[in-house]
C-alpha cells in the first residue's frame, strides 16, 4: 500500500470499485430476484415445484455429485504426477490440463458428438448394444468432466510445488507406507486448497451451459439440467417461471461464493503456517 497517497484517490478508487460491483453484480442479482417473485411467492413456489423443474435440478446435482469426486481423484493424481515425478511428456501433461480453458464449450460438446454420436463409429456401437451416450445422461456427465477437469489440478499444483517433498521422504525414511504418507502427511497440508478446487468443480458443473446444450438433446423432465431449463422456459414466454429457476442458479452461485470465501481464507492461514515454519 502507498501510504503516500492523498485520501481522495483511495476513496475514488473504492467508489469506483463498488460502483462497478453493483452495476455487473448486485443489480443484475437484485433484477433476477425481483422478477422471480414478481407474482408472489405462491407463483415462485409452483414454478420451483414443477416436474420438469424438479428433474432439471435432480439432474443438475447428480452431474455434480459424479463429477466432484471423479475431478478430486484425477486432480489429485496429476497434482501428484506433475510435482513428484520427473517424467517424458510431463510438459504435455501440464499442457493438456489447461486445454478446456482454450477450447469453447461448445466445440468440446461438438466434438464428443462427433465421436460418440450414433451417426459415429463407437457411438453406433454402442446404441447397438444399448448404450447410449449422446442425448443422453452420460454425454452430460462427459462433457462436464472435461469442462471442468483442470480446477482441482490447477488448485494443486502450485501448492505442492511450493510444499516440496521433503516431509514425504522424510516419512518414506521412518518406514510409512505410500497410503500412509499420503494420508497423514500430504493430505493434511493440501485439503483446503483441494476443497477450494472442489468448490470451482462444483459450482461448473451446476452452471455449465455450452457443452452440455450441445450434448444433452434438450429433452424435458430427462436431459435438461437448470441452466437449460432457464432458457426453455425463457423461449416460452415463461418470464417468472425463467426468472425462478435462475434464482436456484443465483442461490448456487451465492452458497459457493462463501464456502470460496472461508476456503481462501484457510489457504491463506495455512500458506502463512508453512512460510513461518521455514
Not at 69 to 83: E, K, R, Y
Not at 115 to 138: C, N
Not at 195 to 217: D, P, T
Request: glycine letters at 8%; proline letters at 4%; aromatic letters at 10%.
Amino acid at each position: 500500500m502507498n501510504r503516500g497517497d492523498p485520501p481522495w484517490v483511495r476513496r475514488t478508487l473504492i467508489g469506483v470499485a463498488l460502483a462497478f460491483l453493483g452495476l455487473v453484480l448486485l443489480v443484475p442479482l437484485a433484477a433476477v430476484f425481483g422478477e422471480a417473485f414478481r407474482n408472489g411467492a405462491a407463483a415462485y413456489w409452483r414454478s420451483i415445484a414443477d416436474p420438469a423443474t424438479l428433474a432439471a435440478l435432480r439432474l443438475t446435482l447428480l452431474v455434480a455429485a459424479i463429477a466432484v469426486p471423479l475431478n478430486a481423484v484425477f486432480g489429485l493424481a496429476a497434482a501428484w504426477a506433475v510435482t513428484r515425478f520427473d517424467f517424458r511428456g510431463k510438459n504435455l501433461l501440464v499442457t493438456l490440463i489447461d486445454l478446456p480453458f482454450a477450447v469453447s464449450p461448445v466445440i468440446s460438446g461438438l466434438v464428443f458428438v462427433l465421436l460418440l454420436g450414433s451417426h459415429s463409429m463407437i457411438g453406433g456401437w454402442l446404441v447397438a448394444h444399448g448404450v447410449r451416450v449422446i442425448f443422453a445422461v452420460p454425454g452430460i456427465v462427459l462433457a462436464t468432466l472435461f469442462v471442468t477437469f483442470p480446477f482441482v489440478a490447477r488448485e494443486l499444483i502450485p501448492l505442492m510445488q511450493e510444499q516440496g517433498s521433503e516431509d514425504e521422504q522424510a516419512a518414506a525414511t521412518l518406514g510409512a507406507g505410500g497410503w500412509q504418507i499420503f494420508r497423514r502427511v500430504t493430505l493434511p497440508r493440501i485439503r483446503w486448497a483441494l476443497l477450494y478446487g472442489l468448490v470451482l468443480v462444483n459450482a461448473r458443473a451446476i452452471g455449465e451451459f455450452g457443452a452440455v446444450s450441445v450434448v444433452s438433446g434438450h429433452i424435458r423432465g430427462a436431459t435438461n439440467t437448470l441452466p437449460l431449463h432457464v432458457e426453455i422456459l425463457y423461449n416460452e414466454y415463461n418470464i417468472a417461471g425463467a426468472f425462478a429457476v435462475a434464482s436456484l442458479l443465483c442461490l448456487f452461485a451465492l452458497a459457493t461464493l462463501a464456502a470460496k470465501s472461508v476456503l481462501e481464507w484457510k489457504i491463506r492461514r495455512a500458506r502463512a503456517a508453512l512460510a513461518a515454519q521455514s
